[in-house]
């Protein structure tokens, strides 16, 4: 524009050319003859453009003018596409019809604006779908051809056919690689590889800002996934866990001192005592006060006012001790029995696991839970690619726990894996939805669509027909109640002390006796040795002699 005024002004008609410049040898040393009038024309300039009116002013870089936009409705006729204008906006928000106005034509060939939404009806779309059991079942049939082919059940694939048959689109199914992580089945919708991506994808602000999702299909949760332990090894002194070693101490040093002051008060007037050594009298007093706390009872009574008395606060401590003993011992052991390696997801924030036991799942919510709330942004777990990979690194023992979906979680350990278990409460919650591309045309048809197979309880069915089985046994019912010998092991093995020690004051009782006996038996031998000569001697002398002298012997051996 401002090169045509320069050359159609009358200064430059009597000149050969309007575009002469400076001859040099070098190209940049050329310079525009009249470059100052083409500046000037160029300050005069002022032209309606493609996006508004274009003018340029002194000491002012942006346009004077706001920008100017027109709207043009495209309509068909026999010569094909015409383009007729008919608004126009110019800033500042300045919207008009033009003079000369034109007749809107709305799809359809009609003249009233449509007040219904966009349709998917008779649309083909690329809907993208990924193996999660029982959500995508995959599925080999073959026909009577010998042809394989691919056939897909679950929660998905019915809700699928659902939609398919309530809005009327025509689904083509592309299931996912093996390898593809949920984040890269988000990315097809983004790269425009699938119209739509529909499974157990959570919504997240990672995945929000590349593609669109619909309205939720289902609340979702994590939940930690491990071995499941029927059998742990409990301590064989477990039974003296209920009382701290203080505890214990305490009530030892109260059996003793009660002891003590019951033999004190009981030695001159109790005749169980009174004629025993003080160390006898001592030894039967601690006793009694024992006997008296663990609720046996002696072998003696108190025969005075004080030793009753201190019977009666025996009696008052046994009441608690044995109560509150037997409460927490059937606590503690029945916890034993059911303890697993983790409790809850904050066994693995305070790094109870290693992290090289902890399998992720990579491309998942639960990898962004993981390097968010527990590493801080060190990938330092066991990375996993898929499902069947987590639980076969479970199985293996190669990792200790590892996170799942909740819904999965609890269909996989009651059908398909009865030695897994899930373990603590639910964390993390969200939604699952469909992925749609941004700004999507037919974004409210689906949403709309979703909420009515929600109203109706036609998510709830789908929900109860795939994930309310269950094939496995049930743990808690099947898992003996009955107690082990590692539960109560170690009392056994201090009864087996006292049962040798009883032995051993036996015998250390009774070792005069058997000295006794032992000495006799001797004896016993050097007198039958001594009557056999006596008997050889006697024999060579008078019969009647020898008679009367067995006479003699026998009433003596039976005396």
Known sequence: KSLEALCSSTINNASSSCLSFNSSSFCYDSRFIQSNLLLNQLDKTNFLGVSGPVQFGENQT?????????????QSSVYGLNYVFVLEYSDPGNLKVPLEENIIIWPGNTLTPPTSRASLKGVTLR??????????????????????????????????????????????????????????????VNKDINDIAIGDITVNSKRRKLVGFSNAISDTSTRLIIRNTPYVNVDLFGYLKPFTVKLWILILATCIVSGILMCIIERKDNENLTYRSVSSQLTLSIWYSFANMVGYGADFTASNAAGRLLTGGL???SLIIVASYTANLASDLTLAKSQFVISDIEDLKSGKVPPSRIGVRVGTVAEAYYLSHISLGNKNYYPLTTRQNLYDNLLAGNIDVSFTDEAVGIYVTNNVYCNLTLVGASFDEGIFAIVTPKNWLYAQDLDVTLLSLKETGY???????????????????TRSTAMSIEAVGGLFIIYAVIYILSIVLFL????????????????RNKFQNKRKQTTR???????????????????????
């Open 62 to 74: 942006d346009r004077i003018n706001g920008s100017y936009y027109s709207i043009k409705n495209v």
């Open 127 to 188: 809907v993208g779908i990924i193996q999660s059991v029982p959500y995508t079942i995959v599925q080999k049939t073959t026909d009577s051809n010998g042809q394989t082919t691919l056939e897909y059940i679950g929660f998905i694939p019915d809700l699928i056919e659902r939609l398919k048959t309530d809005m009327g689109f025509n689904p083509i199914l592309q299931l996912a690689p093996s390898n593809q992580t949920y984040d890269g089945l988000v990315e097809t």
């Open 315 to 317: 009696y008052i401590l």
């Open 459 to 477: 998510i709830d069915d789908l929900i109860q027909k795939w994930f309310a089985v269950r094939n496995c046994p049930d743990s808690e019912t």
């Open 508 to 523: 250390w009782i009774k070792r005069l006796s058997v000295k006794n006996v032992l000495f006799k038996g001797k004896s």
């Open 537 to 559: 001697t006697n024999s060579k002398k008078d019969p009647q002699q020898s008679e009367n002298h067995q006479m003699a012997l026998q009433n003596c051996t039976y005396f």
